[in-house]
């Protein structure tokens, strides 16, 4: 029985009715407001989580995970092996760390603490980075969250504490605190808080280097205060601890700019996206960047420092766009496909509308993105018309209809 103002204030708390109190649960004259409601239950589940003895995960081999992330992601090899490596060294101590706490391990190196490695992905937009992260926490059966960077500010600025990302991550993992402790962040647009100055003392960076100090310790491992709601406004609410030693951390970013630095550096010619060295021989310039150069460009040395895996992701050509749109497992015409065939449409698509898209997506130089963005406009326009016959059983996409339609 739900009462809106029958009683005059919750049992527990105390707190008059306010709006930001929606909804009293009230039996026998004793109300209690959805605030109180909400902390017993995160009380219940912490309280069980602590004799709970779960913790099933789904460790593979490096090159089962690079099998797997090969189904979604084309090309980046080189990244795929790194992030395949670095996530099963880093979920494999956690199992060790929990037999040995189970059972005596008289092990040769028993005593060795074995650190974690958080991971710095450097790519251009829509080459892949957060799709890489997503399929990673898939596949190891952990919890995962994106957060972006450029809305974190210093503790006292308007924006998101850092805290925010362990709450986002608890929220995730259904308030299970031992799952949110091993669970994955993808960290994106991680160059926007990159310092302004070379000087920090001109002036208040508060989205910059200011943040950068903030992550630091939970980059590192530590115990931190989280508010469940990620809702900092309210100081009387309930907090839980989260330790972040073994969460993984992944933070991507294009890092426009970076390429002039190294060019710099090394004394080369940019064409396109390539370098071109004194051989004449094209390079990707971003695979040669160094810690330097990343502290030229905006990071602080601690910052580097708690990325230790550094991985630069190819620049998409269209010939790599192509196989993107037609051969992951969830490439994208798959997934149209699949949604005309709910509505008992069986389509077909000609190579001339294939290549089409390939083409508008590379002039856009947005990545993999600008796939979507065309399809979009296409197919859009083609469920609409499809719905207006239901007699239609197969449709055949050629350049003469985009034509026809204008879309061309």
Partial sequence: MDSDNK?????????????????YIAR???SICSECVERLLLLINSENLKTSNDFSLNVKKPNEIKEYLDKFVVGQDDAKKILSVAVYNHYKRLVHYRKSNDEDDSGKYKDVVIEKSNVLLIGKTGTGKTYLAKMLAKIINVPFCIVDATSLTEAGYVGDDVESILSRLLQVSNYDIRAT????????????IGRKSDNPSITRDVSGEGVQQALLKILEGSK??????????????RHVVIDTTNILFICGGAFEGLNKIIEKRTNKETVGFNTINKQGENIDILKNVNVEDLKRFGLIPEFIGRLPIISCLDPVDKNTLKKILLEPQNSIIKQYKALFYIDNVDLDIDNEVTDYIVDKAYDM??????????CEKIFNN?????????NVKKFTLTMNYLKDKGIE
Avoid: M, W
């Fill in 28 to 30: 026998q004259e004793v």
């Fill in 181 to 192: 402790e091993r669970g994955i962040i993808y960290i994106d647009e991680i160059d926007k």
């Fill in 224 to 237: 931190v205060n989280v508010s469940p709601q990620g809702n900092k406004r309210h100081s009387d609410q």
């Fill in 382 to 390: 083609l469920t609409y018309e499809l719905s207006l016959d239901d």
């Fill in 7 to 23: 009683f005059e204030s919750c049992y527990f708390c105390k707190k008059d009715n306010v709006p930001t109190i929606k909804t």
């Fill in 365 to 374: 130089k947005i990545g993999a993105r600008g796939l979507k963005s065309i």
